[in-house]
């Protein structure tokens, strides 16, 4: 009955708004002070020239969260390392020499991995009373897509801080906390998170958060010489200043109401089956990319088990970053998908306490 409805309206928003704020309180409390970012600068400059001894060409630089505005107190450092010279030793070679130097000279645990796929050499820090949670760092080599691929999401970032940085901070914090953010036990990175939100900005909501900066065109000219590393295509639109005056969102909703809604997507709505995530492309096929996870596309393989939730890296188009999430993984994800719908569906009576039991 009408009277229901006038009812129900205000006291709705009053919900988006409370749990909105309740939201930027959150997120802020979890940020890391300026005193972190200012000894991992001094660990990354360190670092730097520990290797110039090694290799007088290099630059260190950093990547992932700490570069790219999604980072959350005490979370590890990604750094790469760039030779800028012709001749250089193998990554190989360089994570073993990397790690006899720094087991010699630093107070760092040092792990080496140069047999990995990617090798790298890990690094951690015992807590101090400077630094009470420690440090962990990982140092790569020639990494360079993971560099482009960190500056998109910073651009993704600054074109709407408040409501993409929320989002993307509570989310990570919120995967943390029920334990679905570890690609190793076949759940999705912190990267991957990410990346879904991303999508569901740009491809999901109508009209869209967030413009497709990879499918904008360019200001002048491009050449494929400026655009492709290793073969993949890196350009995207990055005049993040530019933009924010051409470009204007019609949405207007408020970061509670884009995550209630975040949720339902993808507890609900997201073709998980047949369904590829591509912040470059829209919603694409599994078949299309050759990534099915049936049994009828001939003889047996781990495939099956490794697409279960495709999720396209935006430059390595043939990378799936979803990869390593499993069948229970899956499960165990959208379950908590679910959960979180259901827990916000109710409207509680007080946004803080949905919250807590949301990442409960
Ligand atoms: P956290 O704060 O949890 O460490 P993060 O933003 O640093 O989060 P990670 O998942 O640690 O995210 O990834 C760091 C960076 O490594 C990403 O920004 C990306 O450049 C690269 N990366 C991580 N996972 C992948 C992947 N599966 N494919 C390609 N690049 C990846
Ligand atoms: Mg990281």
């Known amino acids: 009955p009408e009277h229901i409805s006038h009812r129900r309206l205000p006291t709705r928003h009053r919900f988006y708004a409370d749990l909105s704020q309740c939201l930027f309180d959150f997120v802020i409390e979890l940020l890391p002070t300026g005193e972190e970012m200012a000894v991992k600068e001094n660990v990354r400059k360190l670092l730097e020239r520990l290797i110039r001894t090694i290799e007088p060409e290099s630059r ?37 020499m990397l790690g006899d130097l720094l087991e010699r000279e630093t107070k760092f645990h040092v792990k080496p991995l140069p047999h990995a796929r990617i090798p790298i050499v890990k690094l951690s820090l015992d807590p101090s009373p400077g630094l009470p949670l420690g440090i962990a760092c990982d140092i790569g080599f020639e990494n360079r897509l993971a560099l482009e691929n960190t500056r998109l999401l910073m651009c993704y970032a600054m074109i709407d801080p408040t409501r993409v940085r929320t989002l ?51 200001l002048r000219p491009i050449t494929k010489e400026d655009t492709h590393l290793a073969g993949y295509n890196t350009w995207f639109f990055d005049d993040i200043e530019l933009l924010r005056t ?59 088990e490794r697409n279960r939730l495709c999720i396209e890296d935006p430059f390595e188009l043939d990378f799936n970053v979803g990869r390593c999430v499993t069948k229970d993984g899956i499960y165990t994800i959208r379950g908590e998908f679910m959960r979180a719908s259901r827990i916000l569906a ?5 946004a803080v306490v949905a919250l807590a039991e949301l990442c409960m």
């Open 60 to 96: 260190l630089l950093s990547f992932g969260s700490t570069a790219n505005g999604f980072s959350l107190r005490n979370s590890d450092m990604d750094l790469c390392c760039l030779i800028d010279s012709e001749e250089r030793l193998s990554a190989t070679d360089l994570v073993t």
């Open 168 to 218: 993307v901070l509570f989310l990570k914090v919120w995967s943390k906390r029920r334990k679905i953010n570890s690609p190793y036990k076949g759940t999705l990175s912190s990267y991957g998170y990410v990346l879904l939100v991303i999508y569901f900005l740009v491809h999901v909501k109508n009209p869209p958060v967030l413009p497709n900066l990879q499918q904008m065109p360019p």
């Open 246 to 304: 051409r470009w204007h969102s019609e949405n207007t909703e408020s970061v509670a109401e884009l995550l209630i809604d975040f949720f339902r997507y993808y507890a609900r709505d997201f073709s998980y089956n047949t369904g590829v995530a591509s912040i470059r492309a829209g919603l694409l096929k599994k078949s299309t990319k050759g990534w099915q996870n049936d049994l009828s596309s001939g003889r047996y393989n781990d495939s099956r």
């Open 346 to 350: 109710n409207r509680p009576e007080r």
